[in-house]
Nanobody, 129 residues
Framework: QVQLQESGGGSVQAGGSLRLSCVAS????????????LGWFRQAPGKEREGVAT???????AYADSVKGRFTISKDNAKKTLYLQMNSLKPEDTALYYC???????????????????WGQGTQVTVSS
């Protein structure tokens, strides 16, 4: 499975912005990375895992209703890096954020419960009011 490493988390006040990054391992070829289905999900203490955004190999995106209009998922194939631009952050966005990747199918669907493929260690986002 692909190895992923997230970064970019931190503590911000409500209304602030953060950009998360997720780099695939050096052992992942760029041509292979281009074909991955990608996504970001989050886990807050005491809450169920929530799919935040997905990016399919054809470039189509999907977002959870809770983040639509505020978060943007994108990638840079040459850098094998997935991004999540988060604007207008709210305290309820506080969570551990993970990126996920799978070569054959979406690692998860928004609102679904399954999770497949590989994911990283997560990066903490804390939003204070």
């Amino acid at each position: 499975q692909v190895q992923l490493q997230e970064s970019g988390g931190g503590s911000v006040q409500a209304g602030g912005s953060l950009r998360l990054s997720c780099v695939a391992s050096a052992y992942t070829y760029v041509d292979t990375y281009k074909t991955y289905y990608l996504g970001w999900f989050r886990q807050a203490p005491g809450k169920e895992r929530e799919g935040v955004a997905t990016l399919d190999r054809d470039g189509s995106t999907a977002y959870a209703d809770s983040v639509k209009g505020r978060f943007t998922i994108s990638k840079d194939n040459a850098k094998k890096t997935l991004y999540l631009q988060m604007n207008s952050l709210k305290p309820e966005d506080t969570a551990l954020y993970y990126c996920a990747a799978d070569p054959a199918a979406p690692p998860f669907v928004i609102g679904g419960t399954y999770l497949r493929g590989g994911w990283g260690q997560g990066t903490q986002v804390t939003v204070s009011s």
